[in-house]
């Protein structure tokens, strides 16, 4: 069991995004986005980031564990929006008993 969150830690603004796939006028899929929580406080932590030359291009990639309440749509299929700055989530674990959620996320490439 979670003892209590420390909200003071939550000191960043973010924006869960989940995928809402739609046709475009040509009748093409199209991936769009579209919010489920907009404004939310939480705590961001960065884990290790990495770079590689990869054909003449530098490729970084940068990966963080993001900390919110809890939220039941909040699956490894949505995506994190904070300020420029995009990260997909790749894992979701359940902190306490639906107090918390912790996302692992990777930040997307050329989302700026």
Do not use: F, H, W
């Given at each position: 069991?979670?003892?209590?969150?420390n909200i003071g830690s939550f000191d960043r603004?973010?924006?869960?995004?989940?995928?809402?796939?739609?046709?475009?006028?040509?009748?093409?899929?199209?991936?769009s986005w579209s919010n489920l929580y907009t404004n939310i406080p939480a705590q961001r932590k960065f884990k290790k980031g990495n770079e590689q030359a990869e054909e003449g291009k530098l490729n970084t990639t940068q990966e963080a564990t993001y900390i919110v309440r809890w939220g039941?749509?909040?699956t490894?299929?949505?995506?994190?929006?904070?300020?420029?700055?995009?990260?997909?989530?790749t894992a979701v674990t359940e902190l306490g008993r639906r107090q918390a959620l912790e996302l692992q996320c990777i930040e997307i490439e050329g989302a700026q």
């Open positions: 069991m979670l003892k209590s969150l603004l973010i924006s869960i995004q989940a995928n809402a796939p739609s046709l475009a006028a040509d009748g093409l899929p199209v991936d039941a749509n909040i490894a299929k949505c995506r994190i929006v904070e300020g420029t700055k995009e990260y997909q989530v």
